[in-house]
Structures are given as structure tokens and as C-alpha cells.
């Protein structure tokens, strides 16, 4: 059995094989568009290794035959003392999980491997920026040293003002962690971390937080991920390098127009973890204008391809952008209405398409809450709307605590920013507020892809979970205090003030008009008719008053 496939335009297999990740590359590839070489372990080795606890025979030697293959193609080594070559290690599932599941970037920037990387670059601070990332991914994610012994790293020192003396300093205090934790030091052989690496991918799919999220969102558990091995594309590099997520649509209320946000000399992890504060995606078009026209010219062809809106993941390095990662929106609410029409209107889809696109709950999402007739006093901070909705609950200041609480009545999660270590308490909470973060950060994300409202970047917001409170203002919150979230304005609120629903859809309304004419002149087989009268009663029954 073959387990490992190139990141080819050739490459036939589906995403049960290769994962929605490495599928996605593969129809970046074929679409002509800027893709980091590398390889991909496919989801039967997972499978394998979840049954037998190691990897399975054969393997080994494929990983040795992809890691070469890559090393000619990049004209580098996996750790190497000249031209070294590092990697990143990313899961991908059929089903996308967004944060659920293990990452390491810069995989094989050795001690040896990083002293190579600053003569080369001729810059000391980025190399070692680069190798404590790599640290303390592989702490976290191979090793499992928790996130609160890491947090004593300072990392604000990781960027580019750091003293190289300073980041030495945070490397020895990661590398001790590690001693200390596994009994073993981290490897020297960038062989040896790319087979943990894969080893903690693969464990990943059996975690707590992975097996919550795919019981919320009904996804077998016996599908296994597959690992996509990358050359990696620093966006850490230098002033004309960063990251960033882009939407070809606004995810909140589907406009055609490009939504998300960049980081300047940063890398991705930086993005989607809320950690660092973001930029809205157009200042890439004053700061990198050819970044910025690849980038609308790459979602333009995606959109075409995948007759939807789309969502990916991108880097770019000295001023050369790489895409990391696509996937349709999977837009809710009026954001699904309204792109369902627009792309029926162009021509895209046909009347029938768009019809079978509207779920049921993407209906009951239409018409919007929003709070209302707010007094000053009671706001007790502002942010970003990040997913829309009102949710009224009562403060809960960790995902355990939100779990506890939950049992007597809805909570609000609120928290500095959010993991996937907090998925128990973001399934229980009605809705999520973060201290930091932007709206494609991981509380964002996943608030939208559960429906529920979300807050991100909070004025001021302090989550003192040591004590059971929250501050903002000058106020301090103790948990159990009802407040109240709205995910379009951005407000949180103490008490529950009052909540109205904002004005029937427009797009609902043409397609409800639509739903009258389609079904009475569908063409096609039994089985697609009875597909669309299901939808149109859908739509009538938004019509008696439910969405709209």
C-alpha cells in the first residue's frame, strides 16, 4: 500500500484519501496558483496508527523517499548545515476541524540547521525567532507541555526588535521544558522530529477537543487525518513578508467583497490562535500592492472553480505570496442567503442550485437579533462583532467553568483568547467573548461554524480566572453575572436589555419568490425533484413567519 502522495496537479485521489487540506493544495496547484512544494500522508496511515499505537510498516521508508524528493526539489536539507530546509507539519481530515488537530511549523531547524539559516539570511534574530517557534510547537504539540508552563516564555520578544541574546535566553527555557517533561532532550535529527511530529498529528485526531467537535457537527470518527508535509515560507522574514486569512466574501453578511486580516512579519499560528493583534486584510493592498492584486486575482479563480465563496490561508515572503490553504465558505445565516442569490444572479449557480443550498438552519439564522436601545451605563465593553446573534448568559471565565454552569442555565464564555483546549466550554456557552483576537480567529471561526454569537478584541477586557471575574472599565464582573453579547455591533451588555430582530431579508425574499417558480419546472430524475419540493417547503415555511 502506498501511504504518501506528491502535492501534484496529477495526483487523482479524493479528499477520504488525502484530506480537505492537501486536496485543496492540489486544486491550488492545478488552478496555476502559488503552492509551497511538499508531500502528504495519507488518512489509511492514521487509521493504522489509531489501531496499532505506531506507525505502520513501511511508512518509514516512504518518508525517507518523500523528505528526499522534497530536498531536491527545494535544493535544501531537512536540517542541514548549508541550505537548510525546514517544514511544516499540518493535520487535514476530509472534514475540515479548524484548530482541532496538531501543527508544527519549522520542523528541522536543529541548533545546527538554525546557526545555518542566520548566515545564510544574514539575519541572527530571524533564525532564532524561527527555531523558538519551532520549540515551542513541538513542546506543545509532541511533547504536551501545557500552555501555562509555556506562557512563561515571554514571547512579545519573538518579533522582529527581539535581541538575539533574548531569544537564547527563551530557547534554553523551552528546550529545559522539554527535559523536563519527557526525560529526553528535543532532537537534533530532523528525521526523528518529522516522525514524532506525525506520530502527535495522527494522535490528535483521538483528542478530547477533536472528539467534541466532530459529535457537534456530526463527523464519523473513523476517518482518520492525513499529514501535509510542507517547505515552509516565512512570513517572520523580513518588513515586506507576513500572514494573513482571507474570505472572497464578507462571512457575516456575504458581500462580495474581500474580507479578513494580515500580520506583518509574523507567521500563520499568530493569526488563527487571536494572540497577536491583526490588521484588516486591505492594508495589504498599501503596504504589499502586489501581494494584494495576486490575492484578489487567486480568490477570483477560486470562487470560479468552486461556484462559491471561498476561504484560504496565505503567506507571503519577501513580498512573494504563497496560499497554504482553501476551502469553500460554508457561510450561515443571511451571509448563505445572500451569497446563494448573488451567485444565481451572475449566472453562476442556476435558481434550483441556490434553492438546495439554503439549509433550514441557515433560515433560522436570517433575521438577525440585535440589542437595542442601549444605555451607556450598561455596556460594559465593545469589540468586534465576529459571528451575529444576541446571546444572553452568565459569565463563565474557563471552558470549565462554562461546562459547570452551563447545567443550571445559558453562559457566556469570555476569555483572553480561545484554544482548542477550550472546545467543551465554546460547545456549552451560548455565546463567546475574547480580550484579543480578530474575526478570523479560532473563537470567530468556530463560534460561526456552531452558530453562536461572538465578540472578539474586547476593549480592555481583563479574564481573571484565578479570581472568577472579568474587568473592563474600571468594572469588575464576578462569574454568574448575566450579561448579554451582540455579534454584529459588537457590544457586551450587563443584564438583558432588550433584543429585536432586524428586518426581513431582501435576498430571502427573492428567494422565496424563486421557491414558487422552480420546483413546478425542475427538470431531471425523481429523486432531484423531490430534492427541490423538500427545499421549497423549507422556504414556505420561512415564509409563515420563522426567518422571515
Avoid at 472572497?248 to 499560528?269: A, I, K, Y
Avoid at 455596556?379 to 470549565?400: E, I, N, Y
Wanted: net charge negative; with cysteine; glycine share 12%.
Amino acid at each position: 500500500m502506498t501511504f504518501i502522495h506528491p502535492l501534484s496537479a496529477e495526483v487523482e485521489e479524493t479528499a477520504d484519501v488525502l484530506g480537505g487540506k492537501a486536496h485543496g493544495l492540489i486544486v491550488l496547484r492545478r488552478l496555476g496558483l502559488p503552492v509551497p512544494p511538499g508531500f502528504v500522508i495519507g488518512t489509511e496511515a492514521c487509521r493504522a496508527y489509531l489501531r496499532t499505537g505506531r506507525l505502520p510498516h513501511g511508512l518509514a521508508a516512504e518518508l525517507t523517499a518523500a523528505v528526499a524528493g522534497l530536498e531536491a526539489a527545494t535544493h535544501r536539507e531537512l536540517g542541514g548545515s548549508e541550505r537548510p530546509l525546514a517544514v511544516s507539519v499540518r493535520s487535514g481530515g476530509k472534514v475540515s476541524m479548524p484548530g482541532m488537530m496538531s501543527t508544527v511549523l519549522n520542523l528541522g531547524l536543529t541548533s545546527r540547521a538554525t546557526a545555518a539559516m542566520a548566515e545564510e539570511m544574514g539575519d541572527p534574530r530571524f533564525a532564532l525567532d524561527s527555531r523558538l517557534r519551532f520549540l515551542t510547537s513541538f513542546a506543545s504539540q509532541v511533547v504536551g507541555v501545557g500552555q501555562e508552563s509555556l506562557a512563561s516564555v515571554d514571547r512579545a520578544i519573538a518579533g522582529r526588535d527581539g535581541d538575539p541574546r533574548d531569544f537564547e535566553t527563551a530557547i534554553h527555557e523551552v528546550e529545559r521544558l522539554v527535559r523536563e517533561h519527557s526525560g529526553e532532550p528535543v532532537p537534533e535529527d530532523a528525521a526523528r522530529q518529522l516522525e514524532l511530529a506525525v506520530e502527535a498529528v495522527f494522535s490528535s485526531w483521538d483528542t478530547p477537543r477533536a472528539k467534541t467537535y466532530r459529535a457537534l457537527h456530526d463527523i464519523p470518527g473513523d476517518l482518520g487525518t492525513a499529514v501535509t508535509v510542507q517547505a515552509m515560507v516565512f512570513g517572520n522574514r523580513d518588513e515586506h513578508s507576513g500572514t494573513g486569512v482571507a474570505f472572497s466574501r464578507d462571512p457575516n453578511t456575504g458581500e462580495h467583497v474581500p474580507f479578513g486580516e494580515v500580520l506583518f512579519g509574523r507567521q500563520g499560528e499568530d493569526v488563527v490562535s487571536g494572540t497577536s493583534l491583526t490588521g484588516p486584510l486591505r492594508e495589504l493592498a498599501d503596504r504589499e500592492p502586489a501581494v494584494w492584486a495576486l490575492l484578489l486575482t487567486a480568490l477570483d479563480q477560486l470562487e470560479a472553480h468552486y461556484r462559491d465563496a471561498c476561504y484560504v490561508e496565505f503567506t507571503f515572503e519577501a513580498g512573494e505570496l504563497w496560499i497554504l490553504q482553501v476551502r469553500p465558505g460554508r457561510f450561515v445565516g443571511r451571509a448563505a442567503v445572500r451569497v446563494a442569490v448573488d451567485l444565481a444572479e451572475a449566472g453562476t449557480i442556476g435558481r434550483d442550485e441556490a434553492l438546495l443550498r439554503v439549509s433550514p438552519q441557515h433560515l433560522a439564522q436570517v433575521r438577525t437579533p440585535r440589542i437595542t436601545a442601549i444605555d451607556p451605563g450598561d455596556v460594559f465593553t465593545r469589540g468586534l462583532g465576529a459571528s451575529p446573534g444576541v446571546a444572553v448568559g452568565r459569565v463563565a471565565t474557563t471552558a470549565d467553568s462554562a461546562a459547570r454552569l452551563a447545567a443550571g442555565g445559558p453562559v457566556v464564555l469570555l476569555r483572553p483568547e480561545t484554544s482548542p483546549l477550550d472546545m467543551h466550554g465554546l460547545a456549552a456557552a451560548t455565546g463567546v467573548v475574547t480580550a484579543r483576537g480578530g474575526p478570523t480567529s479560532h473563537a470567530a471561526v468556530v463560534a460561526r461554524a456552531m452558530g453562536k454569537p461572538a465578540v472578539v478584541g474586547a476593549t480592555g477586557l481583563t479574564v481573571d480566572a484565578a479570581g472568577g471575574c472579568v474587568r473592563a472599565g474600571g468594572r469588575t464582573l464576578p462569574e454568574g453575572t448575566l450579561i448579554a453579547v451582540d455579534g454584529t455591533g459588537g457590544e457586551v451588555v450587563v443584564g438583558e436589555p432588550r433584543i429585536v430582530a432586524d428586518a426581513t431579508d431582501p435576498h430571502l425574499r427573492q428567494l422565496l419568490g424563486w421557491a414558487d417558480d422552480v420546483v413546478s419546472g425542475a427538470d431531471g430524475d425523481r429523486d432531484e425533484k423531490e430534492r427541490l419540493s423538500s427545499a421549497q417547503a423549507v422556504l414556505r415555511g420561512a415564509r409563515r413567519g420563522t426567518p422571515g
